[in-house]
């Protein structure tokens, strides 16, 4: 059979696992019999370029001409890096685990300036088993490889993007449009000849190609414009996260030279449609599609069909993707922060949107925030378990917006109900409801890590984004999921809109004393961006900033429309704060300097923090609230018992008494209680087990307790139950 849609993801995402946007159209595409064919043509052009022919034909090119040192001594040494590339791409994809003995010998691989750097971590390699320093130092080659080829051969390259700068929010579609009316690069020519083969193996009908970031918007318009002259017949539409922001207002005609049609939000339903379109010409249904009509860039959104719902677009297919070829790199030595780039993660959603949809810097008003919608967790585990089967692979990253709680409650008590051994990260928000104890069902689950906006370290901004959360809250809950042994990342931002100077030092100060209390294990600042679908941006008069862009009326042919240009009322230039920032910061997650001045990791004066030096510290001391709601959720996550009786005597009264044994994955404990109670908690213990699918309240254990016993507190807060809660007796 033919196949009628051909999806790609256009270089360049990540080097470690495929971005999922194809794979959940394949899937939903497969519930409606609609044959598709998937590719990510990222990986492929960084595996035909970083190869022995590759590299061969990379040193040849006639404008390879290095002007560096750094440059000069990677073109002097072409011969170990011919003949090092093959081996050392075999170990990143996990197939040559020995060749680390050599690697690790630092003399197998030639170095240049990347390696400057290794002086400064070596503390870390006393931590880092040989696998993970053998791969630390493989990626430290690839980039000198990659400082190579920007300099010399295509000075848009990068590993997980690609003329980014191209793609970065213009309303003039004019640069772009110049770019690509140039002789294609080497990096073009190397991804026209894995479409020619492509496209000439597959013969489809329509040409899908996925655009989640600026850094993939070149290679999407050079794809679409290569098929577009070669096989004019075949119909090409562009969909995902870049189109979703940046180009809801377009309205410049030169971008059909290249696509036909471009779709807003969710994929499903607009590709479905525009499947019918072409098996049926005649059909003009469309759901959120641009298109050219009569000469004029149009907005079709006339069918009366809802989205379908996330339990009926179906299991996200990872079939046709090289699974086994993608490459695992370790950029930095932190542990949480290597996650992005190491590892193959099979990709699902929890919830599609926003549980909070309140932050007033975040496009709240567009659908991929604003339309909530949970999926059942033993739906979710149904899709875990098919994927586990097609892929091979056990590792989840769920990659909401931000994992709702209760949800994620639920499906860490499904994964422990079906027995399921997987390991799995998340982003959230960082709110109350991460109690201790819901840490460690997490973390039995196979919860490894979370991160989360912890945005600016001020309860001033916080509450004038709406976050909902305190400083004070975020340092307990990263507490409660480091204690539970979950690893925390923390997303932090600078120059939101009148923040002072004073408060970027404080917010500096409360981020060095999260990491200095072991609560915080991995961050990453970024500037503030006000972007036309938030709160800020659509009514910047509340948050005193002057937007500076011309209104999109006065543009003409409009292209991109996201971020806006803006003063910001309080004059000050935020951009000086960035490399001290992200210095600092570098070095706390590697645990050291915490003792530095603020004030060193500037080159211009700074004001003194106002922030207690111990206000994390006494925040985390803090007597935590014991009272039990009788709704409140009791699970035990330990196995049966062995029980011994015995007689206990004291001034000549016995009582008849139990002990229990329980077996530990650590650890064997015993805890003794009067007989009838430990009958009772014997048999309740049953009932709670993780295992079983009904989850009993707090009430319900003290109406039981209480059919036949007596002072259920008096039992509760002894030390038989206390024991147990340290060894999983948990209250949700």
């Not at 294609?184 to 013969?203: A, C, G, H, M, W």
Request: with cysteine.
């Amino acid at each position: 059979m033919k196949t009628q849609l051909f999806l790609i993801t256009p270089p360049f995402t990540q080097l470690n696992t495929p971005y999922p946007a194809t794979a959940y159209i394949k899937g939903f595409l497969n519930t409606k019999n609609i044959s598709a064919t998937q590719a990510d043509l990222g990986i492929e052009v960084i595996l035909k370029l970083f190869s022995k022919e590759g590299l061969t034909h990379l040193f040849s090119t006639n404008n390879c001409q290095p002007s560096t040192d750094n440059c000069k001594r990677i073109f002097a040494l072409q011969d170990e890096y011919i003949k090092t590339i093959d081996s050392v791409i075999a170990f990143l994809q996990g197939k040559n685990p020995t060749l680390a003995l050599q690697i690790c010998q630092e003399d197998y691989l030639p170095e240049a300036s990347r390696f400057s750097q290794l002086e400064e971590l070596d503390w870390a390699f006393g931590t880092m088993g040989t696998q993970d320093k053998a791969k630390h130092l493989a990626t430290l080659y690839l980039e000198d490889i990659s400082d190579f080829i920007v300099e010399c051969v295509d000075a848009n390259f990068g590993f997980s993007r690609y003329a980014e700068r191209l793609g970065r929010s213009a309303n003039s579609f004019d640069e772009l449009y110049f770019a690509l009316q140039q002789e294609p690069t080497y990096i073009d020519n190397v991804l026209f000849s894995l479409l020619k083969d492509r496209i000439e193996t597959i013969q489809p009908e329509m040409f899908l190609i996925s655009v989640p970031f600026p850094g993939n918007l070149y290679s999407a318009f050079r794809s679409a414009q290569w098929v577009k002259k070669h096989y004019p017949n075949i119909k090409i539409s562009m969909g995902g996260g870049f189109p979703n922001t940046e180009l809801r207002s377009l309205s410049d005609t030169r971008v059909f030279e290249f696509f036909d049609y471009i779709t807003l939000d969710d994929g499903e339903l607009p590709i479905e449609l525009l499947n019918s379109k072409i098996q049926n010409p005649n059909s003009n249904e469309f759901k959120r599609t641009f298109l050219l009509e009569n000469g004029k860039v149009v907005y079709k959104n006339n069918s009366t069909r809802s989205d379908y719902k996330q339990s009926q677009v179906g299991t996200p297919d990872y079939s046709d993707l090289f699974l086994d070829k993608y490459i695992s790199v370790i950029e930095i030595v932190n542990p949480m922060h290597r996650m992005w780039s190491d590892g193959r993660w099979n990709k699902l959603t929890m919830a599609h949107g926003c549980y909070w949809g309140k932050c007033t810097f975040c496009d709240i008003s567009l659908d991929y925030i604003k339309v909530y919608e949970p999926i059942a967790a033993n739906l979710l585990c149904d899709r875990m378990e098919e994927m586990i089967a097609q892929t091979g692979q056990n590792g989840f990253h769920f990659v909401d917006e931000a994992a709702p709680p209760a949800l994620m409650r639920a499906l860490a008590l499904e994964i422990l109900r079906r027995k399921l051994s997987v390991t799995w990260w998340t982003n959230i928000r960082f709110e109350k409801s991460f109690t201790r104890d819901l840490c460690l069902l997490l973390k039995a689950s196979g919860c490894i890590a979370v991160s989360g906006g912890l945005e600016v370290a001020s309860d001033r901004l916080l509450k004038l984004i709406d976050k909902g959360v305190t400083v004070e809250q975020v340092a307990k809950v990263t507490r409660n999921f480091t204690e539970a042994g979950i690893m925390v990342h923390a997303y932090l931002m600078y120059g939101y809109p009148t923040q002072t100077i004073q408060e970027t030092v404080d917010s500096l100060e409360m981020v060095r004393q999260l990491f200095e209390a072991g609560v915080l294990q991995s961050g990453f600042w970024h500037q503030f961006a006000m972007t036309a679908h938030s709160p800020v941006g659509m009514y910047p008069e509340k948050f005193g900033v002057v937007p500076t862009s011309p209104p999109l009326e006065a543009l003409g042919e409009v292209f991109a429309n996201n971020d806006i240009n803006y003063v910001d009322n309080t004059g000050i230039d935020h951009d000086k704060f960035s490399f001290g920032l992200k210095k600092s910061l570098f070095n706390f997650m590697h645990g050291i300097c915490f003792d530095y001045e603020l004030q060193d990791w500037f080159d211009f004066k700074i004001p003194k923090t106002k922030i207690h030096p111990d206000f994390i510290v006494n925040a985390l001391e803090e007597a935590e609230d014991f009272n039990i709601k009788p709704t409140a959720k009791i699970v035990w996550l330990g196995g049966k018992p062995m029980v011994e009786h015995f007689t206990k005597s004291k001034k000549g009264n016995s009582w008849e008494m139990m002990a229990m044994t329980f077996h530990d994955k650590k650890e064997s404990f015993t805890i003794q209680t009067p007989k009838l109670e430990g009958e009772w908690l014997v048999q309740m213990l049953q009932k709670i087990s993780v295992s079983n699918s009904k989850i009993y309240s707090f009430q319900e254990i003290k109406a039981d307790f209480e059919t036949d016993l007596e002072d259920f507190e008096l039992f509760w807060y002894a030390k038989p139950v206390n024991t147990l809660r340290e060894f999983g007796l948990l209250i949700l």
